[in-house]
């Protein structure tokens, strides 16, 4: 581990020897010649000569054999933030290649063109340096690349500046740097980076952490010893030979994340103790090969095989999978993968420039690094002012976990985790964004705000006009990326105020309609909102200021006593006194009980001992029988105070007959735990109208189901019907 290069520069000269052509060296060295020039006798905190850390820098790249111009920035990078020499002079002396990327790793800095210029504040510089660095990143990755070796570097000797400092930097290291370097799949700085800003912002953890690993790892190298040998003298008996088999401790800084997930603080540290090895073979073939032949030797742990060979993550990174046990009885993770991707799994995107006799860059990852410059440039193209984009607003859509799907051409699209069609099709283009209607995934009709997954292709088919103000309600779904709803909301801010009038006022129509609710008067609604006449309510819900579901919150809550109600939950007390409402006990008498005591969040059964009186267990509770009766068992679940009154409403689905229909509604009124007491199904000549009556908790769960049943696939309306209204005559059965 380097952290130093004497000032001749020397140690760098030598390097670059071995794999640089003369012509490049010398642009290297006269790079060196005039940063050592400018920055002169400026010391860093740590006593050094200042240029030892651009020299470090390029050090470091050249250990990855990064091209001479990637070097010569690195030594130049901190030249025009520091010295007297702007941008344009490094681009006479030394090209505009070197200059756009020195460029790149600059500090913002306002260029004062008039005398409104207002200063800014340092958030904003450091949001707009971080802008810059990205954007420039996404035309040349190198930039990117250098800048994380700045700050390993800054990391590795952060120890001369003041603690306040180290905090900051440790933080932003943690938000903005340790992601980019995962996904450009430098895993091994991402480490380092990670272990080294924990260590800053909380020292104990970090001790504690690393003290139980070193623990574990003696405990694991024993297993290893055993099991190593097992392995290679089964793949070697089928005719395969394994390159290497070594094994990969947790890095510190997930442990610490996980533990944090699991609510554990202090020292207290829930280590996977579970042993890692990793199996590295000549090829892909033989990949899945030794697979096959260990999962034959050991069992395998169902549900834990990966497949990141035919399906790479988001940060390049491949291999395959499983967990397995071992004859012994304890678990072992095995990853299986060739030699390139072992060195792939380090260095990520470094393996661009890196030559060890064999190419480790493919077109296919080219293609995925792409893929992520695209969905970068594109979360940044919103405009700057708008309080919901920005860096910050990139770093959530772009850093987060990903997805790659796939358009009708066969390109790939990089999505979060969890995005929908809508999504993708705002990735696609705001028109076919604000034009989309319906959706085919792998051919399949989709409603709209239905997550997608890992490597769907998708269709849109454009119908509309103008995007829909209920995309931006994120109860609903449609939208997961900050992009998107910067992109609908801009679409109605630019709304000229006649037609946002008119369009507000159609859309409350339309909204009371689906409630079943038509004879309020617009005035009094404008007054439980607080504006002062209808129009100015028609025309905040026309600029989707306020939105159509939020007012029609509003409005059921205050009309929410008059329709008809049923209470569903039953109050049970503890031995010590504790109250809890269990919900769907159909008001039998109930008592929790004393072996197992259940508490809130555990799984419930209730066993009837008689006809109206029922105990509550803890799900698995040894007081209940081994083989319960059925009909004596009852589901419950825990509720709260709100959710025991529950509303009952009638609701009219219209559609287009199909079957699965009323399994999706089924299974929408399951997610959000509502009842249905009564469900009743007609069909006429291809069109189906449902009749569904729920017991609905509050207001907004209505709104939501409502919206929720009218995006699925085929139904045309959705309405409440008022509590007076006569059931359906009875009809033909459909095919639902
Ligand atoms: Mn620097």
């Known amino acids: 581990m380097v952290h130093y290069i004497a000032e001749d520069g020397v140690e760098l000269f030598e390097l670059i020897h071995t794999y640089l052509p003369p012509e490049d060296r010398q642009l290297v060295v006269r790079a060196y010649d005039f940063a050592r020039q400018h920055h002169g006798d400026e010391r860093r905190m740590s006593g050094e000569l200042f240029i030892t850390h651009p020299l470090t820098i390029a050090y470091y790249l050249?250990?990855?054999?990064?091209?001479?111009?990637?070097?010569?920035?690195?030594?130049?990078?901190?030249?025009?933030?520091?010295?007297?020499?702007?941008?344009?002079?490094?681009?006479?002396?030394?090209?505009?290649?070197?200059?756009?990327?020195?460029?790149?790793?600059?500090?913002?800095?306002?260029?004062?063109?008039?005398?409104?210029?207002?200063?800014?504040?340092?958030?904003?510089?450091?949001?707009?340096?971080?802008?810059?660095?990205?954007?420039?990143?996404?035309?040349?990755?190198?930039?990117?690349?250098?800048?994380?070796?700045?700050?390993?570097?800054?990391?590795?000797?952060?120890?001369?500046?003041?603690?306040?400092?180290?905090?900051?930097?440790?933080?932003?290291?943690?938000?903005?740097?340790?992601?980019?370097?995962?996904?450009?799949?430098?895993?091994?700085?991402?480490?380092?980076?990670?272990?080294?800003?924990?260590?800053?912002?909380?020292?104990?953890?970090?001790?504690?952490?690393?003290?139980?690993?070193?623990?574990?790892?003696?405990?694991?190298?024993?297993?290893?010893?055993?099991?190593?040998?097992?392995?290679?003298?089964?793949?070697?008996?089928?005719?395969?030979?394994?390159?290497?088999?070594?094994?990969?401790?947790?890095?510190?800084?997930?442990?610490?994340?996980?533990?944090?997930?699991?609510?554990?603080?202090?020292?207290?540290?829930?280590?996977?103790?579970?042993?890692?090895?990793?199996?590295?073979?000549?090829?892909?073939?033989?990949?899945?090969?030794?697979?096959?032949?260990?999962?034959?030797?050991?069992?395998?742990?169902?549900?834990?095989?990966?497949?990141?060979?035919?399906?790479?993550?988001?940060?390049?990174?491949?291999?395959?999978?499983?967990?397995?046990?071992?004859?012994?009885?304890?678990?072992?993770?095995?990853?299986?993968?060739?030699?390139?991707?072992?060195?792939?799994?380090?260095?990520?995107?470094?393996?661009?420039?890196?030559?060890?006799?064999?190419?480790l860059w493919s077109e296919e990852l080219a293609q995925r690094v792409d893929a992520l410059f695209a969905n970068i440039e594109q979360s940044m193209e919103v405009e700057p002012a708008d309080q919901h984009s920005g860096v910050q607003a990139m770093m959530q859509d772009v850093f987060r976990d990903q997805i790659m799907v796939y358009t009708p051409a066969g390109d790939v699209k990089e999505l979060p985790k969890g995005a929908t069609p809508l999504d993708f099709a705002y990735a696609i283009h705001s028109e076919v964004g604000a034009q989309c209607r319906i959706a085919l995934v792998n051919d399949v009709p989709t409603p709209l705000n239905e997550p997608l997954r890992d490597g769907d292709h998708v269709r849109i088919i454009k119908k509309g006009l103008a995007p829909q103000r209920i995309w931006l309600d994120e109860d609903l779904?449609?939208?997961?990326?900050?992009?998107?709803?910067?992109?609908?909301?801009?679409?109605?801010?630019?709304?000229?105020?006649?037609?946002?009038?008119?369009?507000?006022?159609?859309?409350?129509?339309?909204?009371?309609?689906?409630?079943?609710?038509?004879?309020?008067?617009?005035g009094q609604m404008a007054g439980w909102l607080d504006f002062n006449s209808p129009t100015e309510l028609y025309h905040a819900l026309g600029r989707a200021e306020v939105l159509p579901t939020t007012l029609a919150t509003r409005v059921l809550t205050e009309t929410w006593e008059q329709g008809p109600h049923r209470n569903v939950g039953t109050v049970v007390e503890s031995e010590d006194g504790e109250r809890f409402i269990i919900i769907d006990a159909s008001q039998r008498t109930l008592r929790l009980c004393r072996k197992c005591r259940p508490r809130p969040n555990d799984e419930l059964i209730g066993f009837s001992r008689n006809k109206r009186q029922v105990t509550v267990h803890r799900q698995g509770c040894t007081v209940l029988p081994m083989d319960p009766l059925a009909e004596r068992s009852l589901k419950l679940r825990w509720g709260t105070d709100e959710q025991c009154e529950v509303r009952v409403v009638t609701v009219q689905v219209d559609g287009f007959d199909r079957s699965g229909l009323l399994y999706e509604i089924a299974e929408l009124m399951r997610n959000e735990r509502i009842n249905m007491p009564a469900v009743h199904a007609d069909t006429y000549e291809g069109t189906a109208t449902v009749r569904l009556e729920m017991e609905v908790a509050s207001p907004r769960q209505l709104v939501r189901v409502l919206h929720r049943i009218r995006a699925l696939v085929n139904v045309s309306d959705v309405t409440c019907m008022s509590p007076q209204q006569p059931s359906p005559p009875p009809g033909r059965n459909g095919a639902l």
């Not at 003041?162 to 905090?167: F, G, N």
């Not at 939208?479 to 507000?504: C, H, I, Q, S, Y």
């Open 477 to 522: 779904g449609f939208l997961t990326t900050n992009t998107a709803r910067a992109k609908v909301r801009r679409w109605f801010r630019r709304m000229p105020a006649a037609d946002a009038v008119a369009e507000g006022q159609h859309l409350l129509a339309d909204e009371l309609r689906m409630l079943g609710l038509c004879d309020l008067s617009p």
């Open 62 to 359: 050249a250990e990855y054999q990064l091209d001479a111009p990637a070097l010569a920035a690195a030594l130049l990078h901190d030249v025009a933030e520091d010295t007297v020499v702007s941008v344009e002079e490094i681009r006479d002396l030394f090209g505009a290649e070197v200059a756009l990327l020195v460029d790149g790793l600059t500090k913002f800095k306002v260029v004062t063109t008039g005398a409104a210029q207002q200063p800014l504040g340092p958030e904003a510089v450091r949001d707009a340096t971080l802008r810059k660095l990205f954007w420039t990143m996404t035309g040349d990755v190198r930039v990117g690349v250098i800048k994380l070796f700045d700050r390993l570097h800054n990391m590795r000797t952060i120890d001369a500046t003041s603690l306040e400092s180290q905090r900051r930097k440790a933080e932003e290291t943690l938000a903005v740097y340790a992601p980019l370097a995962n996904r450009l799949g430098m895993w091994q700085l991402k480490n380092e980076l990670e272990a080294r800003s924990l260590r800053i912002l909380d020292l104990r953890a970090y001790e504690a952490i690393v003290a139980r690993q070193e623990q574990l790892k003696h405990q694991h190298q024993r297993l290893y010893a055993r099991i190593s040998p097992e392995i290679a003298a089964r793949l070697t008996a089928a005719g395969i030979q394994p390159v290497d088999i070594f094994l990969s401790p947790e890095n510190v800084h997930s442990i610490y994340r996980q533990s944090l997930q699991e609510g554990r603080q202090g020292s207290h540290f829930s280590l996977d103790d579970t042993p890692r090895l990793v199996v590295v073979l000549r090829d892909v073939s033989d990949c899945y090969l030794a697979l096959g032949h260990i999962h034959q030797l050991w069992r395998p742990v169902p549900g834990k095989f990966d497949d990141y060979i035919a399906n790479p993550r988001d940060n390049l990174y491949q291999s395959l999978h499983t967990t397995v046990v071992h004859s012994s009885g304890r678990r072992v993770k095995i990853r299986f993968r060739t030699v390139t991707m072992n060195i792939l799994s380090e260095v990520g995107v470094l393996a661009r420039w890196l030559r060890i006799g064999r190419p």
